[in-house]
Nanobody, 119 residues
Framework: VQLQAYGGGLVQAGGSLRLSCAAS????????MGWYRQGPGKLRELVAF???????NYADSVKGRFTISRDSAKNTVFLQMSSLKAEDTAVYSC??????????????WGQGTQVTVSS
C-alpha cells in the first residue's frame, strides 16, 4: 500500500490550501486516515484524523480552520486548510491504516509535503 500526497505550497497568512492524499495498492479496507505535521524544531503532531466511519478528530490549534474529509471510493483523504497562520508552516504527512487482507494489516505513511505560510 502506498500513499501519494499533493497540494503543499507557499501561501500568505489568512489564505487557504487543500491537501490530498491517495492510497493505492492492495486494500481491503481503510480503518482511518490522518494528517500529521512537523514544524521547524518541533515534534510531529496530529493535525486531523478521520475514521472509516467518518468520525473526525482535530488538534485544538486547527479546530474551526481545517476540515478533513474523504472520498472512500477513491481511498483519498483531503485536508482543507483556511485562515492559515505562520505557525501552520510545517511538513505535512498523511498516514493510513487498515487491512490489506482479512489477516494482513497495513500502516503506511506518505511522503511529506511542505506548507509554508508567509506572514
Amino acid at each position: 500500500v502506498q500513499l501519494q500526497a499533493y497540494g503543499g505550497g507557499l501561501v500568505q497568512a489568512g489564505g487557504s490550501l487543500r491537501l490530498s492524499c491517495a492510497a493505492s495498492g492492495a486494500i481491503l479496507s481503510i480503518t482511518g486516515m490522518g494528517w500529521y505535521r512537523q514544524g521547524p524544531g518541533k515534534l510531529r503532531e496530529l493535525v486531523a484524523f478521520i475514521t472509516g466511519g467518518g468520525s473526525t478528530n482535530y488538534a485544538d490549534s486547527v479546530k474551526g480552520r481545517f476540515t478533513i474529509s474523504r472520498d472512500s471510493a477513491k481511498n483519498t483523504v483531503f485536508l482543507q486548510m483556511s485562515s492559515l497562520k505562520a505557525e501552520d508552516t510545517a511538513v505535512y504527512s498523511c498516514n493510513a491504516y487498515g487491512r490489506r487482507t482479512e489477516r494482513i494489516n497495513f500502516n503506511v505513511w506518505g511522503q511529506g509535503t511542505q506548507v509554508t505560510v508567509s506572514s
